[in-house]
């Protein structure tokens, strides 16, 4: 993979919502194989920062820039994931019919979907509907789509929420040989990451 | 990109099809207001056989606008409707590909059911061939006309009706052109070309305006 020279970068951005300003002037700049952690209490703002960035949001004020390295172009939603509190899992589809749309989006073509679900432990599921999932497996289940689809930028809202000790180790990993590879990655978090943070973002001190 | 487009398709036509889907409930529902039209207006094979596709035609229309309010609503509250906008598919074509699947999972239902009920409401073989015919190309517009109405409620917690109710009166010429093509053959003696272009026409404006109209209200209604 060739990010080396990939940034996000993030210029006095602003986000209202219902007339009330969440946050503004905030600046931030991360590089290929960086880890920026948000932190901040409860209603701070880190949902609302990690959704601006991936565009779901609108900006009130500011700007975002993503140069992707080799990559060229194209909208800033297109270059990431945006791994949420919602897992977006239909509970009557199997787990591999679930992740069978999530592969076809843009971007390049990472693992196929048996592989993914090998690396995040659900493969003996796959033919089970996620209905009967427990809150864990369906997290797991939603990090498979992060897997099948490479993108450079992964965006974590509480990534570690409902994983046991060795899921947490597991998406560690993976979260590790993103960052390896060229990736980078925001967290927004209350526990501390299973990988460590290059940089972090406290949000609500101001 | 394609891929995803037609994986959205299929996965919406399996979604309706499977457990709780609902694709069912329109065409029993479609069925059981037919089935009640003959004791209403009585046993008079002439009057029924005479409004028959009308009552087919209303039918199918209630039946449609009945299964449209969870068309994005359960994306919403999955998660799935933020995974949609990163997709790299223009949302426009994901209402598309949305409302297709949905026009494939309950629509293409109603059409194929059409025959049988025209008999139960005792239309002859004509009249059934054009409430088959009309429906096949007007349903698609009913479903293009009302996926702009699921999208404006999608932020609403609670829609149920609503889109029934906002997207009914944008669907009435819809139900004229489609009757009219039927009475034209059937009773007045019309030509019958003009208002089944025009249908047609209703059919291809709604499936342009629809999703980019649809597309506009999902965005406005993110925050």
Known sequence: ?206 | MTGFFFGLIGRTVRLSLGAGGGAFVGLIFFLSVVAVVPFGVGPDMKLLARIGPAMLWIAALLATLLGLDRLFQDDRDDGSLDQFVLSGLPLELVVLAKAIGHWLATGLPLVIGAPVFGLILGLDATAIGLVTLTLLIGTPALIFIGAIGAALITALRRGGLLVAVLVLPFTIPVLIFGVSTITAVTTTGMPVLPPMLILMALTLASAVIGPVAGAAALRAGMD
Do not use: C
């Open chain 1, 1 to 206: 993979m060739n990010h080396a020279s990939s940034q996000l970068s993030a210029t006095e951005i602003a986000v209202t919502r219902g007339g009330r300003s969440i946050f503004s002037q905030l600046s931030f700049s991360l590089t290929a194989g960086e880890l920026l952690a948000v932190t901040g209490a409860n209603g701070a703002g880190k949902s609302t920062l990690l959704r601006a960035v991936a565009g779901l949001l609108p900006l009130a004020a500011g700007s975002l820039r993503f140069q992707g390295g080799s990559e060229v172009g194209g909208p800033i939603g297109e270059s990431l994931h945006y791994f949420g509190h919602l897992d977006g899992l239909k509970s009557s589809l199997t787990v591999r019919d679930n992740l069978a749309l999530w592969a076809r989006i843009a971007g390049r073509s990472g693992l196929s979907g048996i592989e993914a679900l090998e690396a995040v432990e659900l493969d003996h599921l796959d033919d089970m509907p996620a209905g009967y999932l427990s809150a864990g497996q369906r997290r797991r289940a939603s990090l498979a789509r992060l897997l099948v689809v490479r993108r450079p930028i992964w965006l974590l809202d509480e990534p570690t929420s409902a994983l046991d000790a060795r899921a947490e180790a597991t998406f560690g990993t993976l979260l590790a040989d993103h960052l390896k590879s060229g990736g980078l990655a925001l967290a927004a978090t209350h526990r501390p990451l299973p990988v460590a943070a290059t940089a972090s973002l406290t949000l609500g001190a101001a």
